[in-house]
């Protein structure tokens, strides 16, 4: 029987995505097999985009959660002409395109870096919310659709539940999720590991939930057209596919539904390469070749899409033309630009956390940028971004005219929502929570970085000072951790991240300006709980605190110094009244450096480096976390004094005392850190 010209697209997907993976000897090529139906159907007939402009900021858009499909996602855009013949025989190789998990590329469909599962979908409920927010302010001109796919590991994935329950908990009917469901995982099959009712999950988060035969192509357009037509609520479509989908033996016998045809090439488990490439319908000795028919077919479907986009683009110029103003606020959001700001107008009271003083800037941010969007994990009143809250409003179902997200108790999950808000553009995203619990959201900064994302990051009660909390709540590690961040490059030769510790209010507002100004990787502002005693800034402050933009500098300097004291954020004002007693007492000359981003520091000139810390001086540095926070820049010659250890439960000042984060204490420890070093200098 002659197959349909959709049976034949979605054979020629399963052909393309087992070549692959073939002739790289590496990769997944049963869940590409299983999936390709409906991708096959979503592209031809459902997403709505701009083939001359693939990043038209008003089309749909997918998000592949299951990264290790790449082959199914590479052999959908070959058809659709976004890659050549060539890229997918280079799939997984040295400078090719087609990586082995699909890294961001919106000029040839890719939407979103994936790979660690579960992350990729919530990235487009992240896109979800940003379109509905936009959409808000914009006449509902962003309505478009955002499409995920998830497998049985991204469901499995504990940031599936806080996802899960934001998105219906917002009612994001704008959100239509595929779950390609096939039983099969990569080392076990899945009822070896779970037994939920996954659709019952899901509507008990408020999700409109469908189970078809997703290899039944009339079953697949009524989920999406239900999907479509969905007012209220977010859809999950459980695609009932199996895997190797096509997949046959040696004397032409199915070989379906196994666990092996999972993560190796077909021809290294008990289904035959090139029958299946028959089975197909490929030409085993062109087996990376689009079936003529196939071809023809995806002239007229790109045909289409072009003639609907220019439709869709008359309607929206018509718009901009009787809209001007919001056009124009239109194309500064997408674009990146800023409103004109002052930072140096902010007041800052004296003497504040910089949680305080963080709290001051977002409340002025929240007057200047109409685009942003804040986000706290269930700690707006302890992070302080209720600085911001206070001057908006909490979004809620039906209603996103407000501009900050209440994330709940979930990490990770606002973490990776912001970067599906970056993604789709239009908005920065700002999320805050305890330095602590920057663990739980590492994964989504890791890609944030990779994919270079300008995500900004509160991190609030950043030193053992936290107390009375106890280990669990004092952050010792947590600086190292991301500092780690500032010394790997992205693909694009810049500093994958910015990780910024002001040492006072005033740098505070600095540090925000920074944040905000950076528009090519994430930044992170780490920021005390307690008090902080102003920097001795000279007039005017900002001015003087803005020297922090090159990353580090004096902030009390003399003629031909003893010694060079370093440190960031609440150390800083220790080492300056550590200095003024040793001054007065021992007659030292001292020069007090604050380092706010080692990143940026030691990427400035050498001779501004050296003029900061000099080259062959002594150099003591304070930091509340490991020692290493600071050991690269004191050298080889200097000293850090830090924790090796967890902190106790107690009060600050008490903890201060018994950690030695004492004037006076750091006075002693930098005497006999010259005394060590005089010694060492006469035996030399």
Not at 510 to 517: H, L, P, S, T
Not at 557 to 581: K, Y
Request: proline fraction near 3%.
């Amino acid at each position: 029987m002659d197959k349909t010209i959709d049976q034949l697209s979605a054979d020629n997907i399963r052909a393309l995505a087992i070549s692959m993976v073939e002739k790289a000897n590496s990769g997944h090529p049963g869940g590409s097999m299983g999936g390709a139906d409906f991708m096959h159907i979503l592209y031809s007939e459902y997403l709505k985009y701009d083939p001359t402009e693939m990043n038209w900021i008003y089309r749909d858009r997918f998000f592949m959660d299951a990264g290790h499909l790449s082959a199914l996602m590479y052999a959908q855009y070959y058809l659709l002409g976004n890659y050549e013949k060539n890229d997918l025989e280079n799939f997984r190789q040295w400078g090719s395109v087609t990586p082995g998990h699909p890294e961001i590329d919106v000029k040839r469909g890719i939407e979103n870096t994936s790979g660690p599962l579960g992350q990729g979908h919530v990235m487009g409920i992240g896109a979800a919310i940003a379109a509905k927010f936009l959409s808000e302010k914009f006449d509902n001109l962003f309505d478009h659709k955002i499409y995920g796919f998830i497998t049985d590991g991204g469901v499995q994935e504990e940031i599936s539940q806080g996802a899960g329950r934001i998105a219906g908990h917002l009612g994001l009917n704008n959100f239509i999720m595929f779950y390609d469901s096939n039983d099969v995982q990569l080392s076990s099959m899945t009822d070896e590991v779970t037994s939920e009712n996954t659709a019952a999950k899901y509507e008990s988060w408020g999700w409109k939930v469908i189970t078809i035969d997703a290899h039944n192509h009339t079953q697949i357009r009524s989920a999406l057209n239900a999907a479509n037509a969905e007012l209220k609520r977010p859809t999950l479509i459980i695609g009932r596919t199996i895997m190797g989908k096509g997949c046959v033996t040696s004397d032409g016998t199915l070989y379906e539904g196994q666990c092996e045809l999972h993560g190796k090439p077909i021809g290294a488990t008990k289904a035959d390469f090139i029958k299946t490439l028959e089975n197909l319908g490929a030409d085993p000795k062109d087996s990376f070749a689009i079936y003529s028919s196939v071809e023809d077919h995806y002239k007229k479907v790109l045909e289409q899409k072009t003639k609907d986009a220019a439709e869709r683009k008359s309607k929206i110029l018509a718009w901009e033309n009787q809209n001007p103003e919001y056009a124009k606020k239109i194309k500064q959001f997408f674009s990146g630009e800023l409103p004109e700001m002052d930072f140096g107008s902010i007041t800052q009271k004296a003497n504040a956390a910089t949680r305080d003083a963080s709290a001051e800037v977002l409340g002025y941010l929240s007057e200047k940028v109409e685009n942003m969007i804040v986000s706290s994990a269930d700690l707006s009143n302890s992070d302080k971004t209720d600085g911001f809250l206070k001057k908006t409003s909490v979004m809620q179902k039906g209603n996103f005219s407000g501009a900050f997200l209440q994330a709940g108790v979930a990490e990770l999950t606002m973490a990776a929502i912001a970067n599906g808000m970056a993604l789709h553009g239009g908005v920065i995203p700002v999320v805050a929570t305890f330095f602590v619990f920057s663990d739980y959201m590492k994964p989504a900064m890791r890609l944030a970085a990779i994919q270079e994302l300008p995500v900004k990051y509160v991190f609030t009660h950043d030193s053992f000072r936290v107390g009375e909390d106890g280990p669990t709540h004092q952050p010792i590690e947590q600086e190292a951790q991301i500092r780690l961040l500032e010394k790997i490059k992205n693909h694009s030769g810049h500093q994958s991240f910015l990780a910024l510790r002001p040492a006072d209010a005033t740098e505070t507002s600095v540090a925000w300006q920074m944040a905000v100004e950076n528009k090519i990787t994430p930044t992170a502002l780490i920021l005390s709980r307690q008090n902080i005693k102003d920097l001795p800034h000279k007039d005017p402050k900002f001015e003087t605190a803005s020297q922090a933009k090159k990353g580090g500098y004096l902030i009390k300097e003399t003629q031909n110094p003893d010694l060079t004291l370093i440190a960031n954020g609440s150390e800083v004002a220790t080492l300056l009244e550590a200095a003024s007693e040793l001054e007065k007492t021992k007659q030292l000359k001292i020069n007090v450096a604050s380092i706010i981003s080692e990143g940026i520091f030691r990427s400035q000139a050498k001779e501004y480096q050296e003029s900061i810390i000099p080259k062959d001086g002594l150099v003591f540095g304070l930091t509340a976390g490991l020692p290493i926070n600071l050991e690269s820049l004191a050298g080889s010659r200097g000293i850090v004094y830090g924790l090796d250890h967890f902190g106790y439960s107690a009060p600050a000042s008490v903890l201060d005392q018994k950690f030695g984060f004492t004037a006076e204490n750091i006075s002693n420890e930098i005497l006999k850190y010259l005394e060590i070093a005089q010694k060492t200098e006469y035996s030399m």
